[in-house]
């Protein structure tokens, strides 16, 4: 069974400009969850969506967006990027359960 | 608000040797409590989880945590550490039917087992 895929694995970008990343959760699983990995700060929540909704955001400013399609795969939209945006994204999907979470490998987006 | 403390940025450890992973969390209400690890260049790995019953949990690799509501830990434990246990590892909290507030995690404690 495939796990959670993340494309694409690094994103080099300069600032000013847009980012998109991709999730593909497991299949059958229906919540998607967002998280920033930035160095020093452990796991920050972003976003989490289930069932097509987005459920709740974290603390992070409104360029930073996201959708989850009908297949529940689902997509990270970070506008307007600054230099501190570079962190490693990690994409996680359960089936409609905090009680454990399958993350993908992520996506390292360097700001330059 | 729930939160978790990791209070160690890095532990080292002998291989062979037990070690011990420190989390505290703190909540309004019985917590959910999880320890994830993440190897290099990949994501997180679930380790195990405290729901409610039995205090002392186990989980994958050998690994086990004690769940203490005195002390508000959730400290993670392994009998005998190997050099293939080097990671990050995450403690994270939630608090059940807490409608849409997600899975806290805490900043993350560096393991080092040297041969």
């Known amino acids: 069974e495939a796990g959670v895929t993340q494309s694409p694995t690094h994103l080099i970008k300069t600032r000013g400009q847009q980012a998109t990343l991709r999730c593909s959760p497991i299949?059958?699983?229906?919540?998607v969850y967002w998280y920033q990995q930035a160095l020093g700060l452990g796991l920050q929540f972003l976003l989490w969506?289930?069932?097509?909704?987005?459920?709740n955001r974290g603390n992070f400013p409104p360029r930073f967006s996201g959708r989850q399609f009908p297949n529940y795969s689902s997509e990270l939209n970070v506008n307007a990027l600054e230099l501190e945006d570079s962190a490693l994204y990690l994409c996680?999907?359960?089936?409609?359960?905090?009680?454990?979470?399958?993350f993908g490998s992520g996506t390292q987006l360097s700001v330059l | 608000a729930q939160s978790v403390a990791q209070p160690e940025d890095q532990v080292n450890v002998a291989e062979g040797n037990p070690l011990t992973v420190k989390c505290t969390y703190s909540?309004?209400?019985?917590?959910?409590l999880f320890w994830y690890v993440q190897y290099p260049n990949r994501g997180l790995q679930f380790l195990l989880k405290?729901?409610?019953?039995?205090?002392l949990v186990k989980g994958s690799y050998g690994f086990e945590a004690e769940f203490n509501k005195s002390q508000t830990s959730f400290h993670l434990k392994k009998p005998s550490a190997l050099v293939s246990d080097s990671a990050l590892y995450f403690c994270?909290?939630?608090?059940?039917?807490?409608?849409?507030?997600?899975?806290?995690f805490g900043k993350g404690t560096r393991l080092s087992v040297i041969a």
């Open positions: 299949s059958g699983h229906t919540s």
């Open positions: 405290y729901i409610t019953g039995d205090n």
């Open positions: 909540v309004s209400g019985n917590p959910y």
């Open positions: 994270a909290v939630r608090v059940p039917n807490s409608g849409n507030t997600p899975l806290v």
């Open positions: 969506y289930d069932e097509g909704e987005e459920r």
């Open positions: 996680a999907s359960s089936a409609g359960s905090w009680e454990k979470l399958f």
